[in-house]
């Protein structure tokens, strides 16, 4: 699991460095995805709570 370890790492994703972003993505999907479904009990909307997640957080870096 990557996750970032430091200003570097967040300065790249502020960037748009596709590749920390997806690196992000792929190491944390999961187990929010899981967090989300738990609390919801829907997959479809676990699913769009998940995806808008990461857009809200994007957009706030």
């Known amino acids: 699991m990557v996750l970032v370890t430091g ?3 967040l300065q790249k994703i502020r ?5 920390s ?3 992000i993505c792929l ?3 999961e187990p929010l ?3 989300i479904y738990f609390k919801v ?3 479809e909307e676990a699913e769009d ?13």
């Open 15 to 19: 960037e748009g460095d596709f590749r």
């Open 49 to 61: 709570i998940t995806q808008e997640t990461y857009v809200k957080t994007h957009l706030r870096l």
């Open 27 to 29: 190491a944390t999907w």
């Open 41 to 43: 009990q829907n997959r």
């Open 7 to 9: 200003a570097d790492e």
């Open 21 to 23: 972003i997806e690196q």
């Open 33 to 35: 995805y899981r967090f």
